[in-house]
């Protein structure tokens, strides 16, 4: 009765999420400095989607087609999975280290994937070539930023007394400033070639997104999602300490190697389409473990829906606060994150 009673549960926030999300998409597509009504959102995307189709054939204005379908709902899009990939990322770090203060911002994951993004924004091109210079080369280098970062935060918090969570953090720390300093000299030695795009993956934000943009940090959210999923007793068994993880079977060592890798390709490929943005892998894995527990199987796909939701949000939010000027996104997101991490302290969260 009680394992029911958890799956109906279950299913009724699954749904309630979906439906958030739906209606979500819709105002962040809506809301803007040209408010869009809700009908007619639709009726573009129907449209563009099924040309073909009489019911959706109308007389669209165009400068609405080109903000709905060109502009925002790329946007939104992007969000959606930048917001559900850093969730994903942050709770599996979270489980990976047993320390409930860690995520790909403050292990220093996201600061090594910006660095290598604007490695290949600054310097790719000039000594490759022009064919170099596009969003594969700025998602390789990002995805190589972040694993080195994350074999840098693993090998400094391994010396010593050994692995511990605060250990870890510190080290996460430390390797998040080496990577911010080695970011603002690159930004500095080009202060006339490309800085402001530079700036763009520094500070955070999606108002790069295109649609050719969105193919792969969709395939690797989802590809992630898949993978951890089938993983998700193992993370579970991590939760209780490398003995206990052992005495059920998991290879702790090569699982954490396998997560180190996970985790490094999904940051990385995050931060090549949207900047730095921190504190979304810290704040909604807590809300999901507080609303439906500690068990991967729930936190891991309800999580990313409402890390989904909480992304489209805080970029309508950057968008609109100080219109016509934006807000960069890691700025927003700071200022949710930063006291909910001051919270967690208080609360013990370290431990």
């Given at each position: 009765?009680?394992?029911?009673?958890?799956?109906?549960?279950?299913?009724?926030?699954?749904?309630?999420?979906?439906?958030?999300?739906?209606?979500?998409?819709?105002?962040?597509?809506?809301?803007?400095?040209?408010?869009?009504?809700?009908?007619?959102?639709?009726?573009?995307?129907?449209?563009?989607?099924?040309?073909?189709w009489?019911?959706?054939?109308?007389?669209?204005?165009?400068?609405?087609?080109?903000?709905?379908?060109?502009?925002?709902?790329?946007r939104?899009l992007?969000?959606?999975?930048?917001?559900?990939g850093?969730?994903?990322?942050?709770?599996?770090i979270?489980?990976?280290?047993?320390?409930?203060?860690?995520?790909?911002?403050?292990?220093?994951i996201?600061?090594?994937?910006?660095?290598?993004?604007?490695?290949?924004?600054?310097?790719?091109?000039?000594?490759?070539?022009?064919?170099?210079?596009?969003?594969?080369?700025?998602?390789?280098?990002a995805?190589?930023?972040?694993?080195?970062?994350?074999?840098?935060?693993?090998?400094?918090?391994?010396r010593?007394?050994?692995?511990?969570?605060?250990?870890?953090?510190?080290?996460?720390?430390?390797?998040?400033?080496?990577?911010?300093?080695?970011?603002?000299?690159?930004?500095?030695?080009?202060?006339?070639?490309?800085?402001?795009?530079?700036?763009?993956?520094?500070?955070?934000?999606?108002?790069?997104?295109r649609?050719?943009?969105l193919?792969i940090?969709?395939a690797?959210?989802?590809?992630?999602?898949?993978?951890?999923?089938?993983?998700?007793?193992?993370?579970?068994?991590?939760?209780?300490?490398?003995e206990?993880?052992?005495?059920?079977?998991?290879?702790?060592?090569k699982?954490?190697?396998?997560?180190?890798?996970?985790?490094?390709?999904?940051?990385g490929?995050?931060?090549?389409a949207?900047?730095?943005?921190?504190?979304?892998?810290?704040?909604?894995?807590?809300?999901?473990?507080?609303?439906?527990?500690?068990?991967?199987r729930?936190?891991?796909?309800?999580?990313?829906?409402?890390?989904?939701?909480f992304?489209?949000?805080?970029?309508?939010?950057?968008?609109?606060?100080?219109?016509?000027?934006?807000?960069?996104?890691?700025?927003?997101?700071?200022?949710?994150?930063?006291?909910f991490?001051?919270?967690?302290?208080?609360?013990?969260?370290?431990?």
């Amino acid at each position: 009765m009680r394992f029911s009673s958890i799956r109906q549960r279950t299913g009724l926030l699954a749904l309630i999420l979906c439906i958030l999300l739906f209606v979500s998409i819709t105002m962040g597509v809506s809301i803007g400095s040209v408010s869009i009504p809700f009908g007619r959102v639709w009726g573009i995307i129907l449209h563009q989607l099924f040309p073909d189709w009489q019911t959706f054939a109308r007389d669209w204005p165009k400068n609405e087609v080109g903000i709905v379908w060109q502009l925002r709902l790329p946007r939104v899009l992007l969000g959606s999975l930048v917001g559900a990939g850093l969730m994903m990322a942050g709770a599996t770090i979270q489980s990976l280290v047993r320390n409930s203060l860690a995520d790909p911002y403050l292990l220093g994951i996201s600061s090594g994937a910006c660095a290598g993004a604007v490695l290949a924004i600054l310097f790719a091109g000039k000594l490759l070539g022009a064919a170099f210079s596009g969003m594969p080369t700025v998602s390789l280098l990002a995805f190589l930023g972040a694993l080195l970062a994350f074999a840098l935060v693993f090998l400094i918090a391994s010396r010593g007394s050994g692995l511990t969570p605060m250990r870890m953090v510190l080290s996460g720390l430390a390797v998040s400033y080496i990577f911010m300093a080695m970011t603002n000299f690159l930004v500095y030695l080009n202060q006339r070639s490309g800085a402001e795009t530079a700036m763009f993956w520094m500070l955070g934000g999606l108002g790069g997104a295109r649609w050719d943009r969105l193919p792969i940090p969709f395939a690797v959210t989802s590809f992630c999602l898949v993978v951890l999923m089938l993983q998700s007793r193992s993370l579970n068994a991590l939760l209780l300490g490398d003995e206990s993880a052992a005495a059920l079977g998991v290879d702790v060592q090569k699982f954490r190697r396998f997560l180190f890798v996970v985790t490094s390709v999904l940051t990385g490929a995050l931060v090549a389409a949207s900047g730095s943005i921190g504190f979304v892998g810290l704040v909604v894995p807590h809300i999901m473990r507080m609303t439906v527990g500690a068990d991967h199987r729930r936190v891991l796909p309800l999580g990313a829906l409402l890390g989904a939701v909480f992304l489209i949000w805080a970029d309508v939010f950057s968008r609109t606060v100080m219109a016509p000027r934006e807000l960069p996104l890691g700025i927003v997101t700071g200022f949710v994150g930063a006291p909910f991490f001051i919270w967690l302290l208080g609360r013990g969260g370290h431990k």
